[in-house]
């Protein structure tokens, strides 16, 4: 096994830490391959797609890394706030949400603004794009769920959920998703937008992410991670990860085991490996590196990752509508350049810096 990856962490001390990793079958060591110190702030979040990684952080600014030629590619400078999320749908096209309120799509070919939505009153603290990339997911500051249709930019489907939720993520499937408002978990069907189960951490919730359609996987302000069967709603295993409350989570499918990654204030990031059978067992270590630095968040680079497709554009407006078409339209994976149409900007924004809305040329 010869699987190309890379680690990218950031960062209280606001550098960006990537690190190769050389796989093997007991065993993944990670040597140090590149630091950013382009942010004049904490980082905020990270993202990869099959050619750039992303970070945002609280300097407001989004930078763009280009993993293939080994650059920095310039920042985006659109937000007024800290950038709060950031995710990729597809190769195509990279979503950015902010505390300005402001949910933004971003081309990847041209990386101009090519839509600004309002998404909430007050900060985004989520996002999550539908594996189809025909929906997203918001939630915010103002105690609400969005659902975005993608195909026109709209909002498809808004929830009052009495709460300020600060996480949300899509299962693997797309069939439903988790929204985690401090210590809980409620587990929502899509064809309904009702929650069909509710789990409750012991500790606030600083990361989640699906290993698979049933089991989710938790971290919070202590040294524990917990596995979670969707389907049950109950706790299924949980192991010690790190000395100090683990801030970040990935992970990635290898030949027949799941290896999960964990990054934690106490500066390490370790990559663990996990066999997803019935009876889940606690995950072995296969590897650890010490980036000697607060870390915050975390991503894994894959360049020969599989991309989600899109059918032709919808007619649906509803979450309703969409979910009984995705139904139909059970992800078939092949190749595609373009999964999130949408418009064009209608209206001029107020300005905020001299590129705004665009790319910013780095000297190299």
Same mark, same amino acid.
């Given at each position: 096994?010869?699987?190309?990856?890379?680690?990218?962490?950031?960062?209280?001390?606001?550098?960006?830490?990537?690190?190769?990793?050389?796989?093997?079958?007991?065993?993944?060591?990670?040597?140090?391959?590149?630091? *950013?110190? &382009? !942010?004049?702030?904490?980082?905020?979040?990270?993202?990869?797609?099959?050619?750039? #990684? =992303?970070?945002?952080?609280? @300097?407001?600014?989004?930078?763009?890394?280009?993993?293939?030629?080994?650059?920095?590619?310039?920042?985006?400078?659109?937000?007024?706030?800290?950038?709060?999320?950031?995710?990729?749908?597809?190769?195509?096209?990279?979503?950015?949400?902010?505390?300005?309120?402001?949910?933004?799509?971003?081309?990847?070919?041209?990386?101009?603004?090519?839509?600004?939505?309002?998404?909430?009153?007050?900060?985004?603290?989520?996002?999550?794009?539908?594996?189809?990339?025909?929906?997203?997911?918001?939630?915010?500051?103002?105690?609400?769920?969005?659902?975005?249709?993608?195909?026109?930019?709209?909002?498809?489907?808004?929830?009052?959920?009495? *709460?300020? &939720? !600060?996480?949300?993520?899509?299962?693997?499937?797309?069939?439903?998703?988790?929204? #985690? =408002?401090?210590?809980?978990? @409620?587990?929502?069907?899509?064809?309904?937008?009702?929650?069909?189960?509710?789990?409750?951490?012991?500790?606030?919730?600083?990361?989640?992410?699906?290993?698979?359609?049933?089991?989710?996987?938790?971290?919070?302000?202590?040294?524990?991670?917990?596995?979670?069967?969707?389907?049950?709603?109950?706790?299924?295993?949980?192991?010690?990860?790190?000395?100090?409350?683990?801030?970040?989570?990935?992970?990635?499918?290898?030949?027949?085991?799941?290896?999960?990654?964990?990054?934690?204030?106490?500066?390490?990031?370790?990559?663990?490996?996990?066999?997803?059978?019935?009876?889940?067992?606690?995950?072995?270590?296969?590897?650890?590196?010490?980036?000697?630095?607060?870390?915050?968040?975390?991503?894994?680079?894959?360049?020969?990752?599989?991309?989600?497709?899109?059918?032709?554009?919808?007619?649906?407006?509803?979450?309703?509508?969409?979910?009984?078409?995705?139904?139909?339209?059970?992800?078939?994976?092949?190749?595609?350049?373009?999964?999130?149409?949408?418009?064009?900007?209608?209206?001029?924004?107020?300005?905020?810096?001299?590129?705004?809305?665009?790319?910013?040329?780095?000297?190299?």
């Amino acid at each position: 096994m010869a699987a190309q990856l890379e680690l990218v962490a950031g960062s209280y001390e606001q550098i960006t830490f990537g690190y190769r990793v050389k796989t093997g079958e007991n065993e993944w060591t990670a040597k140090a391959d590149f630091t *950013h110190h &382009a !942010h004049t702030a904490s980082i905020t979040a990270v993202a990869a797609s099959e050619r750039f #990684v =992303v970070t945002g952080s609280k @300097d407001e600014t989004i930078q763009l890394y280009d993993m293939k030629k080994r650059t920095e590619h310039g920042a985006l400078l659109h937000h007024e706030g800290t950038i709060t999320c950031l995710e990729f749908s597809g190769t195509s096209h990279l979503l950015s949400g902010g505390e300005d309120g402001l949910l933004c799509v971003w081309s990847t070919k041209t990386w101009e603004c090519m839509k600004t939505i309002r998404a909430h009153k007050g900060h985004v603290t989520s996002l999550s794009v539908h594996p189809s990339g025909k929906l997203a997911l918001s939630v915010g500051a103002d105690k609400t769920l969005r659902t975005w249709n993608l195909i026109n930019g709209r909002s498809a489907f808004i929830k009052n959920i009495k *709460h300020n &939720a !600060h996480i949300v993520r899509w299962s693997p499937d797309g069939d439903r998703f988790a929204v #985690v =408002v401090n210590d809980k978990i @409620d587990i929502y069907k899509l064809e309904t937008a009702s929650v069909t189960g509710t789990i409750t951490n012991p500790k606030r919730i600083s990361s989640v992410k699906f290993l698979n359609n049933s089991i989710l996987v938790v971290a919070g302000d202590d040294e524990t991670v917990r596995f979670c069967d969707m389907g049950k709603a109950k706790w299924v295993c949980e192991f010690k990860a790190h000395e100090t409350r683990v801030k970040a989570l990935d992970s990635l499918i290898v030949d027949d085991f799941c290896v999960l990654l964990t990054a934690s204030n106490d500066g390490f990031i370790k990559m663990w490996k996990l066999h997803l059978k019935e009876e889940l067992e606690s995950p072995t270590l296969l590897g650890e590196v010490n980036t000697t630095a607060r870390l915050t968040c975390l991503a894994v680079w894959r360049p020969s990752s599989v991309q989600p497709i899109t059918d032709a554009p919808s007619e649906a407006t509803t979450s309703e509508e969409l979910a009984r078409e995705l139904a139909k339209k059970k992800r078939r994976i092949q190749e595609t350049t373009e999964e999130v149409i949408v418009e064009d900007e209608s209206k001029p924004k107020k300005k905020k810096k001299k590129n705004h809305g665009g790319k910013k040329s780095v000297k190299q």
